[in-house]
């Protein structure tokens, strides 16, 4: 091999890789880094750090707009939530990130594709499969699943050997994956699910017991199922996210402490924040519940755990996730309007609903007098919706002898012609 594009993010996985790939392949390595929000401190000196650790070149590339737009959005309007509670912010970057490496190894013409991922984890598998639909003919180079490091503490000793500089510590051992829209935490003392997570392990959003007393709202406006104003201002999709992980994290809102099911098969426990993901989920649900009927609601909430397994599974690239993305596409179509939200002390809760396409119209419900909706039509329909039913308990009683005085009772509320049409 000549030349190997590496995955890079600077952390310590992909830090140690590079000298690794020299000694062990004697090639050229080629750094691809991606700027997917998750902020100047981590990718400040990212080329240099590259470069420095043996790299040949590092090219960073802003993936944010691409990000938010082209799989975040759509995995929100598909409603899509893994395991109750994970709203997939790292398994959604993962085939962007793989694509973007892929065409820069084309570019350099490069004879071999390698990441950082760990044998136990899920990202090993979603980067792999993007490259198989997208450079099926290069081979894949995985330095966890080959080498003799073993533990976190392996690769800092690694690290330190090479001098290789990094940020973790032995006394503060959490991997992270942060990105605009999240970050997690796993490794440490999380490993233990029956323990509390540090107040300092949080980076994004305050602690409820610190955050303000009084509450504040938040109007979020959709326009077809996508995020387009916050509190009346038209934002773009990166500037409309990082403005609502700004007011989301100073309420504390968006943590998720979870023990998620990975894709090898194993449990493991992370704790997450998605402030600004969270206003917008459950903004979005708020607001189809207000404009779609009964039955495209219920077909959609079929749809979105599919969806959230897709997207775990790193399936991104797949006539599956383009079919569920055309259902979606009729389905928002009318999911327009805003949606109020008062936030409190890590708490979510309604505050308003609007839209010209609501289904709600309150001369149909109202407790008050109106003349659109006739009452008794309500008895016929009851009759026939519970026709089967009454028609089961008839066939029992004949069963027990006594279908005389049960044909006698129904006759007595229903009409002939439909006891003759039911039996």
């Known amino acids: 091999m000549r030349t190997i594009a590496l995955a890079y993010s600077g952390g310590l996985d992909t830090s140690i890789i590079v000298p690794w790939l020299r000694e062990h392949y004697d090639a050229k390595v080629i750094c691809v880094a991606a700027d997917i929000g998750q902020g100047e401190d981590e990718l400040k000196g990212v080329r240099e750090k590259a470069i420095a650790s043996g790299a040949e070149e590092c090219y960073v590339e802003d993936l944010r707009l691409e990000y938010v737009r082209d799989f975040i959005w759509p995995t929100l309007r598909a409603g899509a939530v893994y395991n109750r509670k994970y709203l997939l912010g790292t398994a959604m970057a993962r085939p962007l990130i793989a694509r973007k490496q892929v065409e820069v190894a084309r570019k350099v013409g490069a ?3 390698s990441h950082g991922c760990t044998g136990k984890g899920n990202d090993q598998v979603r980067f792999e499969l993007t490259y198989m639909s997208f450079a099926p003919d290069l081979p894949v180079i995985a330095p966890w699943r080959m080498w003799d490091i073993k533990s976190r503490e392996d690769a800092l ?4 050997a090479h001098n290789v500089p990094v940020s973790a510590t032995t006394a503060k051992i959490y991997s992270r994956d942060r990105n605009i829209w999240h970050i997690s935490h796993e490794g440490g003392i999380l490993e233990d699910p029956n323990s509390v997570p540090p107040k300092d392990l ?3 959003t305050t602690d409820p017991a610190d955050a303000p007393a009084t509450p504040e709202d938040v109007t979020i406006g959709f326009e077809q199922g996508t995020p387009t104003t916050v509190n009346g201002e038209r934002l773009d999709a990166v500037a409309l996210l990082t403005k609502l992980n700004q007011i989301g994290g100073k309420h504390g809102i968006g943590r998720a402490d979870i023990v998620e099911d990975r894709l090898v098969g194993m449990k493991s426990r992370g704790v997450y924040e998605t402030p600004g993901g969270t206003l917008l989920y459950t903004a979005h ?10 039955r495209t609601l219920a077909a959609k909430d079929l749809i979105a755990p599919r969806y959230a397994d897709l997207v775990y599974e790193g399936r991104w690239w797949t006539t599956e996730r383009e079919a569920y993305d055309a259902f979606v596409n009729v389905t928002q179509g009318r999911v327009t309007g805003t949606i109020t939200l008062r936030l409190c ?9 609007a839209s010209k396409e609501a289904l709600y119209d309150e001369r149909f419900v109202t407790f008050g007098e109106d003349d659109v909706y006739e009452q008794s039509d309500a008895a016929g329909f009851i009759r026939l919706f519970g026709l089967a039913q009454r028609v089961r308990a008839l066939k029992d009683l004949e069963a027990a002898g006594d279908a005389k005085a049960a044909m006698a009772r129904s006759v007595a509320s229903t009409k002939p ?3 003759v049409a039911g039996v």
């Open 111 to 113: 004879d071999a594709l």
């Open 417 to 419: 012609d439909e006891i």
């Open 202 to 204: 949080f980076m994004l």
């Open 285 to 294: 649900s708020e607001l189809e519940m207000l404009v779609l009927d009964r």
């Open 345 to 353: 002390r890590g708490t979510v809760t309604i505050a308003g609903r």
């Open 157 to 160: 000793a690694y690290a330190a």
